[in-house]
């Protein structure tokens, strides 16, 4: 059983910056990243990264975002910066094993316009 703990989340202007950490219990987590579902639309992959390091990036996000990881400690964090409203939503926090994937209970980032 893998539980994650999200936090980071806030209300931000356009333009501003948020970090977004996630913890994550048990073992043999190969990778974690991000999803987040904006208002009224489907959920989607914002960021992940395994745990040799390969990272991947929604295309809305690429220049924007930054994914890291610490392989020790079962941490991810989510560097955003130059916010836009349409980053606004419900983010989440994943962990894949080799035959599963768990998700956070969400974080919810507001960007103002």
Known sequence: QVQLVESGGGLVQAGGSLRLSCAASGRNIVGMGWHRQPPG???ELVAAITDNGSTKYADSVKGRFTISRD????????????LKPEDTGIYY????????????QGTQVTVSS
């Open 41 to 43: 639309k489907q959920r």
């Open 93 to 104: 926090c994943i962990a894949l094993k080799t035959v599963s994937v768990h998700f956070g």
């Open 71 to 82: 392989n020790a400690k079962n941490t991810a964090s989510l560097q955003m910066d130059s």
